[in-house]
């Protein structure tokens, strides 16, 4: 029987739809896009069946699946149906994130069929995996998609498909440090040309001022600073900045491949 091939993702700097689309091209199949970054998108019920194949991917905060997120996860019923999950990370470590990934939709009832986790350049600096993915990561995403293809025409039946285990640990990685309660400053260079506000994942820039951002709906993903032309937006907070020289100093040297599980 012919398989529905569906991708849903959550992208606000664009790395984790590169990635999702780049496999579904190598299992060279049709499929449907279900793009859940902005608001407006995250509001209808979505139903998957037994005729259809998700690609879930997801970028990882702080080790694990996005808190945003859990809320929208009741929305979606799956039954029966195979799936594929990526987790993506900014080069620091994905710790719990592709487990957490994979729970969630195996409590829905998806049977996972492959996994991956893929290195895109950090939210909030791109001095760690700048510019990533790049043409190696999107060529190893397109031979992933080649290889869930030949599994899934091997499969016989649900039933016959064996567990597929993958890093991490239960209970989830908890962070102890708290949330910092900031949000991107803006210079004068702003035009207000709203593009900012166009892409923010949680409506937190006003639409009409987007010089105005609601600190409390911000979750930092820093899809505003990215996408800017005018480099208008920026973070300032002393804390962030020290997260950021953190981050440099410990990961910007490594480079993290990678990891397919199948």
Do not use: W
Request: positive net charge; contains cysteine; hydrophobic residues 35%.
């Amino acid at each position: 029987m012919k398989k529905n091939l569906n991708l849903l993702y959550f992208s606000p700097t664009d790395g984790t739809k590169k990635i999702v689309r780049k496999v579904a091209r190598g299992m060279n199949l049709e499929y449907k896009e279900f793009n859940i970054t902005l608001p407006q998108n995250r509001v209808e019920e979505l139903y998957f069946n037994e005729n259809d194949i998700i690609i879930v991917g997801m970028p990882t905060y702080a080790g694990r699946f996005p808190k945003l997120l859990h809320t929208y996860m009741e929305k979606i019923k799956c039954n029966n149906s195979l799936a594929v999950f990526i987790a993506t990370y900014g080069n620091r470590d994905y710790e719990d994130s592709l487990l957490e990934l994979k729970d969630l939709f195996e409590n829905k009832s998806c049977k996972t069929i492959a996994a991956a986790t893929f290195i895109t350049e950090h939210s909030s600096t791109d001095k760690l995996a700048t510019k990533r993915p790049n043409e190696e990561d999107l060529s190893i995403a397109y031979d992933f998609g080649l290889k869930i293809s030949t599994k899934i025409e091997n499969i016989k039946s649900f039933d016959k498909i064996e567990n597929l285990n993958v890093p991490g640990n239960f209970p989830y990685v908890i962070k102890n440090s708290p949330i910092l309660p900031i949000a991107p400053e803006t210079k004068d260079a702003c035009i207000n040309c709203k593009i900012c506000a166009k892409h923010c994942p949680t409506s937190a820039i006003d639409f009409d001022d987007c010089k105005l951002i609601d600190i409390n709906k911000c979750i930092k993903c820093c899809s505003c600073i990215k996408r800017c032309p005018f480099n208008a937006k920026q973070m300032i907070h002393e804390g962030y900045k020290n997260m950021q020289n953190m981050l440099v100093s410990n990961f910007a040297h490594i480079v993290r491949k990678p990891e397919i599980f199948i």
